[in-house]
């Protein structure tokens, strides 16, 4: 269930989540135009800093209890490195990258909708699809000094700069492709028509953000027609409200989710007491001596850890787990990675304390049959 992605657990007393703070990013900016039309009048940056600010507004006054954070408000550059930091300093629960599209040809259009991943696609070279949107996103960094040191050598030029990122799977890949789909459902029948579809590829402004987060593309300013509508301040504000509504619903769902009861152990009714309950007293057995040693009956669930998640299924002696046995959870989205998994939570959380040393991203989950939700 798609509400399991955000149930929380807490020990003492249940509480609802709520997501509070969210962080827009209008992409480019300053020194880094984006995009230009073909005559030169029109930059990507100025489109996405105006559709930015109105969906910031347009949040505030529908979500008044939700914090709303740009990376830039005004006309000024941005690292993509500092982006990120941004969001993961002020603890932020989603992170939206607004960006517009550009090609050599005129004709394609459409919006799309990316998260962090490699492609889930079978039979589909990662590169082969969107490499050159990628390589037009990430090449942002070559305006930074010693961009070399601050993103670890990589070259947006040379897709081998991107196997080491194949690995680097966002540990909250599920709910931002929930998020991701719930946008391109309500971009339908806007200004920006044509849905090219939700995707997963290697932007580094996604890479280091820690909360579910996504990569728009909101039509192509190479094409007349998107450009049209995009020069429009009435279509740019209905761009916006649609990208609002589906924020509303993403929201509604994080913060419909219940907090997970997990006192587990606690003592299991005696059989007398259970007779009590189901007879009437004229009718009660008398209870058998081996009844008392019965055990409760296995609930099939486990507390782990989850390392990562990503749109490929790993083998499990992959050197991605230093050495762990993965139990592997498939929900039909994504994979799943959890190591360190037992029956007790306790336990499950003293795994965690080591765990995480090697991976500082990890957290907690219930496991229960084919279905995870976090724990606490």
């Given at each position: 269930?798609?509400l ?12 609802n989540?709520?997501?509070s703070?969210?962080?827009i ?64 300093r002020?603890?932020a ?6 960006h ?46 010693d ?8 070259d ?6 991107f196997i ?9 890949l599920e ?25 997963q590829?290697?932007?580094l ?25 995009l ?19 993403y929201?509604?769902?994080?913060d419909?989710s ?5 006192e ?13 309950k ?58 799943k990675y ?7 939570l ?23 049959g ?6 606490k």
């Open positions: 269930m798609f399991a992605a955000f149930i929380a657990c807490f020990s003492a007393g249940a509480q989540l709520s997501l703070t969210v962080v990013d209008p992409g480019h900016g300053g020194t880094d135009p984006g995009a230009v039309s073909r005559d030169g009048k029109t930059y990507e940056k100025n489109l996405t800093l105006d559709i930015a600010k109105k969906l910031s507004d347009k949040i505030k006054a529908d979500c008044p209890g939700v914090k709303v954070i740009l990376t830039r408000d005004k006309d000024k550059t941005v690292a993509l490195n500092d982006r990120a930091a941004i969001a993961n002020v603890n629960g989603l992170f939206i990258s607004i517009i599209n550009s090609t050599a040809k005129s004709s394609p259009n459409g919006y799309s909708v990316h998260v962090l991943g490699q492609s889930s696609k079978k039979d589909r070279d990662l590169f082969a699809y969107n490499m050159d949107v990628c390589k037009r996103e990430n090449s942002v960094i070559l305006l930074e000094d961009y070399t040191t601050t993103y670890q050598g990589f947006p030029s040379d897709p081998e700069s080491f990122m194949q690995l680097m799977q966002n540990s909250n709910q931002s492709l929930d998020f991701a789909q719930m946008i391109a459902e309500n971009l339908k029948g806007g200004p920006i028509s044509a849905n090219r579809g939700v995707w590829d290697p932007f402004v996604l890479w280091k953000t820690s909360m579910p987060a996504v990569l728009v593309e909101l039509g192509f300013i190479s094409n007349s027609t998107d450009l049209d509508a020069k429009k301040d009435a279509e740019r504000d209905k761009i916006a409200t649609r990208l609002c509504k589906a924020f509303k619903k929201k509604a769902a994080y419909g219940v907090a997970l009861d997990v587990v152990d606690a003592p299991a009714e005696k059989p007398a007491e259970k007779q009590a189901e007879k009437p007293a004229d009718k009660q057995v008398q209870e058998k001596p081996a009844d008392k040693e019965k055990k409760p009956a296995d609930t099939g669930i486990r507390y782990g850890v989850q390392i990562f998640a990503g749109a490929s299924k790993l083998d499990p002696k992959d050197k991605a787990f230093l050495g762990y046995t993965p139990v592997i959870i498939d929900n039909g989205k994504v994979f959890i190591i360190g998994v037992d029956p007790s306790e336990k499950a959380r003293e795994n965690h304390t080591k765990i995480k040393e090697k991976y500082p991203d990890s957290f907690l989950v219930k496991i229960d084919d279905t995870t939700s976090r724990a």
